[in-house]
């Protein structure tokens, strides 16, 4: 379930897939109007917030209840950067990685103490903790306290239109986004594949084991959580400048919970299960409100049992159980 | 000496792994019958298989009682103690605590008060160790532990899951002589699941021996033993 | 001095409801080896019940009683009917669908109930022989319920063979159907049980803080943080947390960093805590041998 794809390049039949894939992504935002563009610009956001949560959490085994708050730095160091800083949307996002993955590298030192349900309270009370230090007085001036900053929105560089539709904004800001995912996607799936991708899972289903064959038990958890608050942090950038916009009510607790949903919803250990997580968190919160006006939470619930119920290993769990059913078909009983 | 244990047909699965195929094999009251094999040969899983913890197709008869289809808590009230592969210990609670939960399915507080003494007067490192949490004891202590526990129950049937693993020569003998005795003295009906065939051979009345979920060859242990074809090829010795 | 004893009273005073709601969490971890995040709305929900029922014109400790049983009812159910089918499931899987009852439950409440705060009366009569001018009669009458409850579970867990059955059902359960426990149903006997007490902590805590569907929002993650912080397999320890962090908060929300920042504090210095003890005050590290 959690392991590294051993497999060397793509089948035909994969490559298609791709191919297929990225057209229709392509072609999308010029089909729908701009409101649907942002939502699936937010989508890619999540996807990268997502995967940076599963590298530790799915990967490494480390409980994260907290994940909002390294999307809260980032966002936060992106907006104050463009605020006070006047520096150009795209440089925001190396910087809020690094700054990310300093908080998260530190905080992977006490984590080393705590397992388990101790870790996921610790790292939930750093999610709750994050509204509050964004309000607080001392540092007002910097983050514009309750209020938060406001944020202009980035102009497309050129413009076009297709199908009727205009390049604009909102679309130059779905295709950056996009092209960031897949970037970081990328970098994951190579970071991961090697004998990274084994330590961290070694050290997730055997940490004894793991510490006699030589892996450093402390430096890699640690820079695990390092890595994995810079994914996130990335995307909190990105989506402080999608949405042109932070305040500290924002990133309640909840969103850290929202992005554990879209981690074991779209599969733990996985990379491309993130995307399928991020369009389940994005869109599902729609669908039950159109469900039902009274109770759409209600309704958001039921279908997060429903979709445990029917892959409990998520959604790319799902994908591989069929793909392996469909590989032995022939296998004889 | 009527057949305590009949099985036929036994087919066993894990998902959709079959992994036994039309087994037959018995057990004599008050015997000691020995399944070897190599290892994946299936031993274990015939095991498994007795307390319904696999899903299985065919007829296993306890005295009588069709097994297959029940649930493992009710096999086990039927008399039928197993001792799994990695010993099972409840290693949380300490080792009283243990042979209590063995006793579980029983009614009666004062045989159960009774059978505890006796256990700690077979296995007097287990008295020593009475408050200890259980996870804290050494293999052969475990060991140890894990059969009194199954002992607890009062059990027409014991099935030992390769009761040697892992532990020293001079624990293993110890072992095997308590077992010899449980079995001579409260008369105790045993299945034993063991790759040390020499030992095994030693203790059981009859074995079976497994290849790939199917029994290949049986017989008492004594014609097994005498058979140079049959322990060159599969025993080894 | 004085204001420092009021402040102090106070914190033991909202410590006891922590302590009674960390109770629950106990009770199912105990049995389940599983934190259940929708207890505090399952409790919240257990309350209206006893509302509702007051509503229909039963007497307090009839609606009260009735109100424990059909939580007890429900618990059970809840593991029998939606809880079974993740049972093997990982434990993120079981997360994602407390999670889910979380949701369920809150809504539905507000649906049902709608979200006007109500008033939760208390059994305890303020002019009662026990208080006095530090503790109410209500404070004091809650605490003894949930020492009560304290002294009931631990006598059921250590002295009964059902709560020994229990523990090793949580801990081992393939072991512990080899020797005779039916697993499942002490999986939902647990549900049960927790549910039961946690209907018991809403409806003390009702009174207090009023009832509408979020109020047990912020009072679950202070009863996580005291049953982590007293060892999450251990009541005593989950009611002597309870405490600690209800005096904790109270005291650094009055002396050191206000209303605001008290929260973020307050679970820093428990996380502290836990560093240093990292199965909790009174938790048992459990050995495991390789």
Known sequence: MGSPNSSRGLSNPQLLAWIVGLVAVALLPFLVRNYVVFQFTLVWVYAIAVLGLNILTGYNGQISLGHGAFYAVGAYTAAILMDIGAMPYWLTLPVAAVICFAVGYLMGFPALRLEGHYLALATFALAVAMPQLLKWKVIEDWTGGVQGIVLMKPEPLFTFTLFGQKFNDDRWLYFMCLIVMLLMFWLARNLLRGRVGRALIAIRDHPTAAAAMGINLPVFKSLTFGVSAAYTGVAGALGAIVVAFVAPDSFHALLSITFLVGCVVGGLASIHGAIFGALFIQFIPNIADQISRSAPWAVYGIFLIVFMYIMPFGFAGLLHKLSYRWKTRHVGR | ?237 | MEAFIQQLVAGLATGGIYAALALALVMIYQSTHLINFAQGEMAMFSTYIGWQLLQYGLSYWTAFLLAILISFIGGMVIQRTILRPVERAPILTNVIVFIGLLVIFNSVAGWIWEHTVKAFPSPFPSDAWYATSYFSAHNIGSVAVTLLMLLALFAFFRLTPMGLAMRAAAQNPDSARLVGIRVSWMLALGWGLAAAIGAVAGMMIAPVVFLDPNMMAGILLYGFAAALLGGIDNPLGAVVGGFIVGVVENLLGAYVIGTELKLTVALVLIVGILMVKPAGLFGKHLVTRV
Do not use: W
């Open chain 2, 1 to 237: 000496m009527s057949r305590l244990l009949e099985v036929r047909n036994l087919d066993a699965s894990y998902g959709s792994t079959k992994v036994l195929f039309d087994i037959a094999f018995g057990l004599e009251e008050g015997g000691i019958t020995a399944i070897l094999g190599a290892n994946g040969a299936g031993k274990t899983t015939t095991l498994r298989a007795l307390c319904q913890i696999c899903r299985t197709s065919g007829s296993i008869q306890l005295g009588g009682k069709e097994l297959v289809g029940m649930a493992t808590e009710d096999v086990v009230r039927l008399g039928v103690a197993h001792v799994p592969d990695g010993r099972g210990t409840f290693t949380g609670v300490s080792v009283e605590e243990n042979l209590r939960l063995g006793a579980y399915a029983r009614r009666d507080k004062r045989g159960v008060a009774e059978d505890i003494e006796r256990m700690y007067e077979r296995f007097p490192r287990l008295r020593e160790r009475r408050n200890q949490q259980a996870g804290t004891l050494s293999g052969g202590e475990q060991q140890m532990l894990a059969i009194s526990r199954a002992l607890m129950l009062r059990p027409r049937l014991l099935l030992l899951d390769e009761p040697s693993f892992g532990l020293a020569p001079l624990i293993v003998a110890e072992i095997f002589e308590i077992m010899r005795r449980i079995n001579t003295e409260d008369k105790v009906s045993m299945l034993l699941v063991e790759q040390n065939a020499s030992l095994a051979l030693d203790l059981a009345d009859n074995a079976y021996l497994l290849e790939t979920g199917k029994v290949v060859v049986s017989g008492t242990s004594e014609q097994i033993k005498n058979d140079e074809t049959v322990r060159k090829a599969y025993l080894g010795f």
